[in-house]
C-alpha cells in the first residue's frame, strides 16, 4: 500500500489549495485518515482527520480547512482556504488501512506535498 499525495505549491496569503491523497495497492478499505504538517525546525502536527463521518481539526485551520474523503476510491482531501504564512509546511497523509476484510490495520504515511504561502 502506497499513499500518494498532490496539490501543494506556492500561494499567496489569502489564497486557497486543495490536498489529495489516494491510498494505491491491494486495499481491502482505509477507514482512519487524516493530514499532519511540518515545518522547517518544529515536529509534526496533526492538522485533519476524518474518522467515519466525524472530523477533527487542529491547530488553528478550524473554519479555513475542510477534510473530506471518498470511501470508494480511498482518497483523502485537504481543502485550504485563506491561507497563511504560517501555514508553509511538508503536508502528510496519514491512513489506517486494511489489506483484506478480516486482516490486521496497518498505518501508512504519504511521501509529502510542500505548500508554500508567501507573496
Known amino acids: 500500500v502506497q499513499l500518494q499525495a498532490s496539490g501543494g505549491g506556492l500561494v499567496q496569503p489569502g489564497g486557497s489549495l486543495r490536498l489529495s491523497c489516494s491510498a494505491l495497492?491491494?486495499?481491502?478499505?482505509?477507514?482512519?485518515m487524516g493530514w499532519y504538517r511540518q515545518a522547517p525546525g518544529k515536529p509534526r502536527t496533526a492538522v485533519a482527520v476524518?474518522?467515519?463521518?466525524?472530523?477533527d481539526y487542529f491547530d488553528s485551520v478550524e473554519g479555513r480547512f475542510t477534510i473530506s474523503r471518498d470511501g470508494a476510491k480511498n482518497t483523502v482531501y485537504l481543502q485550504m482556504n485563506s491561507l497563511r504564512p504560517e501555514d508553509t509546511a511538508v503536508y502528510y497523509c496519514?491512513?489506517?488501512?486494511?489489506?483484506?476484510?478480516?486482516?490486521?490495520?496497518?498505518?501508512?504515511w504519504g511521501q509529502g506535498t510542500q505548500v508554500t504561502v508567501s507573496s
Open positions: 496519514n491512513a489506517y488501512c486494511r489489506t483484506s476484510r478480516s486482516g490486521p490495520r496497518y498505518n501508512y
Open positions: 495497492g491491494t486495499i481491502f478499505r482505509c477507514n482512519d
Open positions: 476524518i474518522s467515519g463521518g466525524s472530523t
